[in-house]
Structures are given as structure tokens and as C-alpha cells.
């Protein structure tokens, strides 16, 4: 009985991962999905048996049809959603996309209306409030070559 009421309590949270690609300019690819009203950044949930990093990477070859390299963990952000229950997030570091990789980039017709890179100071009016903190966050853990942990798209208080 006391194994079960454990299992009750733990946390059950879906996964999700996501990249941060620069262009020349350093601002960031965001990716305009046909299921929501607002832009994006490169990513999806994770699968059963995948790892974050591998769930990026496979979103990103199904999303834009490019395979580029990803980096290093910017930041880990536990971001519960009541109409979602309990969330972990997870944005990695894609780097400078080369011209090529750019000219290269293939929308996925049934889920991606468009792909296009702003600065990051525009986050604010294109993404949902909690993935535009995010984003600055990953941004400022990437000038510091510190990941960074996050609640809810912030650093914890105290």
C-alpha cells in the first residue's frame, strides 16, 4: 500500500524539447505551427524510450528537414500548466545555422505555416509569455556558457 501512494504522489511530467538557431544577425529561428496562433521555437514532446536531445533532433528533421548539429543544454524549465498537468523543458543549443542549412530548410506542409528568425527583443510579442522568458533565458545561459535551471520560464526566488 505505502509503494502505491508513493506512485500516486510522484510526478508524472510530459517531456518536451526544443533548440535555439541563430542566423548572422544572432537572431533566433522561430517556426509558426498550423495547430497554434502564436510562433514557436523548434521542438516537440518527447516519445516513450527517447531521450530529450534525441526527441529535439528528430523534431527538427521533421519540422524544418535539416539535420544540423545541436549543442549544449541551455536550460531546464519546470513549467506545470493546468490544462496540461506537470511539464519539463528542456532548450538546447543549435548554434549559427550556415547559409546552406538555411537554404536548405523544408517546412513540414501538415504542421509548419513558416520559419523565420527575429530578435530576440521581438520574443515578447510572438511567443506565449512563459516560452519568451524561456527564450531570453536560454539566450543570457548561452552568453554565460552556463545552463541555467528555470520555473515557469524564470530563475527560482531564492
Known amino acids: 500500500m505505502a509503494d502505491n501512494d508513493h506512485e500516486q504522489r510522484m510526478a508524472h511530467p510530459r517531456v518536451a524539447a526544443g533548440v535555439l538557431f541563430f542566423d548572422v544577425r544572432s537572431h533566433v ?3 509558426r505551427p498550423s495547430y497554434k496562433p ?3 521555437i523548434p521542438g516537440g514532446y518527447v516519445e516513450a524510450g527517447e531521450s530529450p536531445l534525441a526527441a529535439c533532433r528528430r523534431e ?7 539535420s544540423p548539429a545541436i549543442g549544449d543544454l541551455l536550460v531546464v524549465d519546470w513549467a506545470p500548466n493546468p490544462a496540461e498537468g506537470d511539464k519539463i523543458l528542456y532548450v538546447f543549443d543549435g548554434g549559427r545555422l550556415r547559409p546552406e542549412e538555411v537554404g536548405a530548410i523544408e517546412l513540414a506542409p501538415d ?11 521581438n520574443v515578447d510579442e510572438l511567443l506565449i509569455p512563459r516560452l519568451g522568458r524561456r527564450v531570453k533565458q536560454a539566450v543570457a545561459a548561452r552568453a554565460d556558457a552556463r545552463p541555467r535551471y528555470l520555473e515557469h520560464g524564470e530563475p527560482p526566488a531564492g
Request: charged content about 30%.
Open 29 to 31: 529561428l522561430l517556426v
Open 60 to 66: 527538427v528533421r521533421e519540422e524544418l528537414g535539416i
Open 111 to 121: 504542421e509548419v505555416l513558416a520559419a523565420e528568425f527575429h530578435p530576440v527583443e
Open 38 to 40: 502564436l510562433w514557436e
